[in-house]
Structures are given as C-alpha cells and as structure tokens.
C-alpha cells in the first residue's frame, strides 16, 4: 500500500480524534469563544420604539472591580454598554446611557459611591422607561481566581417584568458567553430599588477576577460578543408581547365618593392577553375586578364602605408569552365629606386649660379623613378656633371658662352647635414632662402614684394627677426616656404645674429609629453544634430577644427575622428587611464563620460601605470586653444579606459553640444578658450616642449594713441583674447621669433610689436599705 493511500485512510480517523477531543474541551477554550446563536432566527423588530436606558456600572474615580492585569470594571462595563447601545438603537429602540465617557456623578469633594448611585438613577428616572439594565462585571473578594458565573439581578420587589427579563438575559448570556455556571437573584442593589423603569435588572455576566475573563474581555471583539448576548435577552423578553395599561378613570386623584377605577390594556406585537391575570390593586389588596376582551378595558368598582383615606392604585396584566406589565401606583384619595359632628368628653389641661373635642364622622358613620378642616367658633366670646381632624377627632385648646359657652363647629359638609359638660375638678397637679436635653414634650408619659393608680399624660407632656390628702410620690417613666421620681406631693392650695425632665437613653440617639435583628439559623440549620449539644440558632435568638427589650426600651422600633425555632432562607430575611423600612439590619451568629471556620469573632459589612464600616467599629468596640474578650476582626463580604440590603446591615460571628469553652460561657444566661448590653451600647454608638458612650456601673446593695446577696437590682426597668455575695451588679450597658435603681432582697425588702452613675468603670455606688 503506497504511502499516500496510508495518509488518506488515517485522515478520517485523525478528524474523529480531533472532533472527541474539541467535544471534551476545557471550559475555558469555549469563554467568551463567539456568538452561538444566530441573531436572525430572533424578530429584532420587536424592539422598536421601546424606550430602554442602559447603565455602564462604576466609572471615572468609581473604577470597580480591578483584573489580576489591570483591567478596570468601569471600562470593561462602558465598551459593553456601548456596543449594546448601539445594537439597539439600530433596531429601532430609544436608547439613553447614563455615561457615554469614563466619568463618575460625585458632586465635587464627595468620594461616596452613593452619591454618585443617586445621580445616575435619577438621571435614569426622568426617561419613562420600559427596562433599564445595569452593566457590570463581579469580583469575588478571596480572588479565587478560578471562580467564575453568570449572575444576573432583577428588582427584589418585582418578581413578574423584572424577574421575567432577567430570566431572559440570563438564558442568552448562558448560551453565548461559554460560562457553565448562571443565576437569577433577586437583587436590593441600589439603582434596582429606586429605577422607576418598568422592569430593572443588573448583569454580571462574568468574573473579572479570573484571568481568562480579564484576557478576554481587553478585547472590544469579546465586550461586543457580550454586549450581542444582552441584545438577544432584550429580543426575547421584548418578544413575549409586552402589554401597555393605560389609566382612563377616575380622571381626579380627590374623590368625594367611590367610583369606578379602569385601565385600557394595550397587547404587543399581537400577543393575546390572559385574562384570569388581569387586575387592580388598591391599597395591599388585589380587589376583584372585570375584563372586557372586546374593549380591553378592566374596571373596579371601590368598595361603598371604603374608609376615608389614601390608597395607592395600580393594575397588572400579562401576556400569554409571559410578559408581565404593571402600572407605576398612583394615589387616590377617598375623602367624603362630613355629616355628623359628635362632642366627646372634655379632659381638663395642666394649666387651667380644657381640651374640647368632636368627632367628625362622614355619611357611613366612618372617621372624615385625615386634615379635613374644621373652624370653632365661641358663642358670646368671639373666639374662632381652625384646624384639622386627625383620625376624625378635632380638638380645642381653650382656656377653661370658656368650656361654660356653646361653641359652633363647621367644616365641609355640615355645621353644628353644642355645649360640653365640664365637671368641677378637686385639687390637683398639672405635670409637664420634656426632654432634658431639648426641653420638648415628652408624649404619652405615664405616671405612677405610690398607691399603683395611673396617670397618661397627652402628646403635648401634659398630665393632670388628683391630689390627695397626704403626701405621695410619683415615678414618670416614658419609652425612650430613663424614669425619675418626684417625692412630697400633697394637696393644698390652688393646683399647681410640675415641670419633671426625664433624660433620653443613650442622648435620644436610638428614639424612633427602626432596626431589624436577624438571629441565624433556625429550624433545620443550627448554625453550629457544641460537644454538649447547644445549638448556635438558640443563643443568638436568646441575644436577640434581650436585645429587643433594651432597644426598645431606648425608643427604637424592632423587627426580628424570627421569633421561634423555624427554618428561614436569606432571601426571606433580605425580604424581612425590606418590607420593615429598617434604618440597620444585625445578623447576629454563634456558629462558625462560613468558609473560614478557624476564624474568631468577626463582623463582616458590605465592601466599601461607610455605614457599615462605622457599625462595625461601633459594635466591635463595645463587644471586644465581652468573654473571652478580644477585637473583632472587621472584614467586607458580598453575600446576599448586606449585599441586598435595602439599610446599611452587618453580619456579626460572635465566637462559635463548636469551641468548648465559648459554649460553657454561651450556656449561661448571665452571658448572653452580658452580649446583649454591650450590643445595645454597640447599636446606639453607631447611631450617634453621645460621648462618652455607655460604660460600666457597679451597682452594691446593702441591707441593714450587710451585703444583700442574691437581692434583685433593677436599673431604669430595663436592666436586670442579681446581686453577687457581696451584694454588688455590674451593668454594662449605662450611660452617665441620673438614674432609677430598685432593689429587692431575699426577704422581701424593697426600695427606689435616684442615683448618679458614671457609666465608667471607675467607681461604685453603695444603696442600703434601711
């Protein structure tokens, strides 16, 4: 057999081989290989005229993730971006970026990313837009350089049109670019949450850190390759049938009675509608509603009892390609008139004043809405009282003798005469409680009388306490407020006003802020498991519990992700977060730190996060005395809690039950009531506490001259601690000045003092009980 005979028998077999060898081939000889599918088989028409704005991530000093080789995420997001806007304006779209340059929007002397995040979506907002797409490219923070995915965020609150275009671009991105790995993920990011656009997503399409990645993506032929994936993701979510809603009535946003909602549903591109997802929210609930296929109008008819009010309204209808369209909400608000006017029973003021009230009630007999004005005219006095109803009630401040006079009540709708009874009053103390530190009134304080009867003073810190005839004390306690006592009240004389300023816990820094804790674990993850079986999820729901308590009595408002033993996903707890409108959010864990189980305590924050960066040193700085004592480690972590976020939120490894010694400590309730304070000194630092911050107060308790050992000794009704055989409490979590310290003994014996405390660790104060 000649040799060229040999070489043409071999060929056939030699393609067989190269053919198994290029189906086998390393992942990495596919990456960013060329477009694999064919853009024609896709109707690129189905994007013309829709209005798309598109968002290269980072730029100028914002330069994002950086390659192994130098390659800056801003850059490599601008020429994608570029690529793609220019694919979909030439089919016929409305394309806006919101940089064509390598610049950043941070007003001048600003160096926050955030800044600059506003600026780009408001720019972003004012287009009316059917979908805005973010373009960036991710890093992993290890810079495991082998770590590489497709990662495509939608809008966490949309899960219809953004999850929908995600789910689309996703699909092309994994088809084209030769990355094995792809997700969806609900996302919190900062331009999703606030884009105005009818659906919102965020691309990573690939890993910057890893240097295949990076060597691809220098080249603009590999930025377009990208860029053609997105344009195939945006053809076939547009490519659904998209529809349109268009609102037709009630043409004003006032309505004196209900009436009839209606939206025109517009299909695209000759899709059909389904009509069983057609449908008006009003207010959180989706009310039933009718669709006429042959006018494609959806009506509703509001409720005839519908209490007065603001609701917000929108409609949502989806195509049976699976495009969903939703209206942004508009308010409506219901706002009948009055009919009825009511006199209600007058309370005498602190200062020879009456407050005089009517309810205003509409023609159903519901509360007139909110800020409906009302004017108060004093028969045979001339005075004219004006205002406004607050949740139906509107009330005059007026000097008590004029409570003897008829008064004439008008507002919309109605008008009416009435007198009010005022009884004669027996003497009695007006109190005023304010802040000592701005001098305001304190709303809603209680006072207690030393026989248990109850006093609640108004919005504007006033109360009235009868007297009686020997003398009393009463303690004024209010949330968000240290309590105090005031001793030698007693009749006599004509009534007097009691000026008592409480002081604020912690300045009043933690007064109406709303915090969100996340105790970890939970049902079938324990987040750790000791030798003696404790799981990790029951401390730090313990922490979190105690927490609470001491927040809240601080004035905060508290959320927990879970109050009991039940599974719940990050996605769960992110949404848990959202929905509370948090300021803060705290993971708090007793297990071991997650892919780095050596590790000791650590708080981990969003990378580059100010906020979270000061909560962290704040926290880290009061919990580092807590046993076994030492500094937190503060580290940055992308993962999905402090990342999706809508607040500025931490993840705390407070020392894992799998170390013997943490769990003996961790075991005892002294210990996890130790954590808890120093938290809550922690938590109000971050928010501005003012200096010094809470320290430590020693706190001995003496009865008859001797050690009350065991007594119960209660710090501002807040704190709890059992006195040691010394008779001495350590407290924690104090902040200096004056406070309200009660004990108990064994036996029985109890007492109140006000006493000042340092709130350092210098010091003691000695309380006996005679």
């Avoid at 941070?106 to 004012?126: F, H, V, Y």
């Avoid at 059917?130 to 966490?156: C, G, Q």
């Avoid at 008779?727 to 310290?741: D, I, K, N, P, Q």
């Avoid at 004990?743 to 000042?756: C, E, L, N, P, Q």
């Amino acid at each position: 057999m000649s040799r060229t005979i040999r070489l043409l028998l071999l060929l056939p077999s030699a393609a067989l081989l190269f053919a198994g060898c290029a189906a086998h081939k390393p992942p990495v000889t596919a990456l960013y290989a060329g477009l694999k599918e064919k853009p024609e088989t896709l109707d690129a028409t189905a994007l013309a005229g829709r209005r798309i704005v598109i968002d290269p991530g980072h730029g100028g000093a914002i330069g994002g993730a950086v390659g192994v080789d130098s390659l800056r995420e801003a850059d490599a997001n601008l020429g994608v971006a570029l690529y793609l806007w220019g694919l979909c304006r030439d089919a016929g779209a409305q394309v806006e970026l919101t940089r064509s340059s390598d610049r950043d929007y941070l007003p001048p002397g600003s160096k926050s990313s955030g800044d600059d995040l506003k600026a780009r979506i408001e720019k972003a907002n004012e287009i009316d837009t059917d979908v805005f797409i973010s373009i960036h490219h991710n890093s992993n923070l290890a810079l495991r350089r082998d770590m590489n995915r497709i990662e495509v965020y939608y809008r966490s609150d949309d899960p219809g049109a953004s999850l929908e275009l995600a789910s689309d671009v996703e699909t092309h991105l994994s088809r084209n670019l030769g990355i094995e790995r792809s997700e969806v993920r609900p996302g919190n990011y900062y331009v999703l949450r606030l884009s105005k656009a009818r659906a919102a997503v965020l691309g990573e399409a690939s890993y910057l850190s890893q240097p295949d990645v990076e060597n691809r993506l220098k080249l603009s032929e590999k930025q377009k390759l990208e860029a053609q994936a997105y344009y195939l993701g945006l053809i076939a979510y547009f490519s659904r049938g998209v529809p349109a809603l268009e609102r037709l009535s009630p043409a004003a946003d006032t309505l004196t009675s209900p009436a009839v909602i209606s939206f025109r549903v517009l299909p695209s591109r000759g899709v059909p509608i389904d009509p069983a997802s057609v449908g008006v929210s009003i207010g959180q609930v989706e009310a039933a509603s009718v669709y006429d296929p042959v006018t494609r109008v959806m009506r509703l008819a509001m409720d005839p009892r519908l209490p007065n009010g603001t609701y917000a309204v929108w409609a949502t209808a989806r195509s049976v390609g699976g495009a969903t369209a939703r209206t942004r909400p508009y308010a409506l608000f219901l706002d009948r008139p009055a009919r009825h006017i009511l006199p209600l029973e007058p309370e005498r003021g602190a200062d020879s004043t009456v407050s005089l009230s009517v309810r205003v009630l509409d023609e159903l007999g519901s509360p007139v809405a909110d800020g409906t004005p009302v004017t108060a005219h004093v028969l045979k006095k001339g005075a004219t009282f004006s205002g406004r109803t607050i949740r139906g009630v509107f009330t005059v401040e007026a000097p008590l003798g004029f409570a003897r006079y008829p008064f004439a009540f008008k507002t919309r709708g109605t008008a009416d005469t009435m007198r009010f009874a005022v009884a004669a009053a027996g003497p009695s103390l007006g109190v005023l409680v304010t802040d000592t530190r701005t001098g305001s009134p304190v709303p809603g304080a209680i006072i207690v009388r030393s026989g248990g009867a109850i006093v609640t003073g108004d919005d504007e810190g006033r109360a009235l306490v009868p007297l009686t005839g020997r003398p009393d004390t009463l303690i004024v306690r209010a949330t968000g407020y240290a309590p105090a006592i005031v001793d030698g009240i007693a009749a006599g004389g004509a009534s007097t006003v009691r000026r008592v300023a409480l002081e604020p816990f912690f300045g009043g820094a933690l007064i109406g802020k709303r915090i969100v804790l996340d105790p970890g674990g939970g049902g079938s993850d324990p987040d750790g498991v000791g030798a003696n079986r404790l799981r990790g999820s029951s401390v730090s729901l313990e922490v979190a519990k105690q927490l609470r308590g001491m927040l809240e009595a601080a004035g905060a408002r508290i959320d927990l992700t879970r109050d009991g033993d039940e599974t719940i996903s990050v996605q769960e707890r992110v949404y848990l977060v959202n929905r509370s409108g948090a300021e803060l959010a705290i993971g708090i864990h007793h297990g071991p730190v997650p892919g780095d189980p050596s590790s000791a305590r650590t708080i981990f924050r969003y990378p580059g996060s100010a906020p979270g960066m000061l909560v962290s040193r704040s926290i880290g700085d009061a919990l580092q005395s807590v046993p076994p004592a030492g500094a937190f480690a503060l580290r940055e972590t992308a993962d999905a809690f402090v990342t999706h976020t809508s607040c500025p939120a931490v993840e705390l490894y407070c020392g894992s039950v799998e170390t013997p010694e943490l769990e003996a400590l961790m075991a005892s309730p002294q210990w996890t009531r130790l954590e808890a304070e120093r938290l809550c000194a922690g938590i109000a630092a971050s928010f501005g506490a003012a200096e010094p911050p809470p320290g430590t107060a020693r706190v001995k308790a003496l009865a008859g001259g001797a050690p009350a050992a065991g007594a119960e000794i209660d710090l501002d009704g807040v704190f709890v601690q059992t006195a040691d055989e010394q008779g001495a409490a350590l407290f924690s979590c104090v902040a200096a000045g004056r406070h309200l310290v009660t004990v108990r003994t064994r036996d029985g014996r109890a007492a109140r003092f006000m006493t000042d405390l340092a709130g350092s660790r210098a010091g003691e104060v000695i309380l006996e009980l005679r």
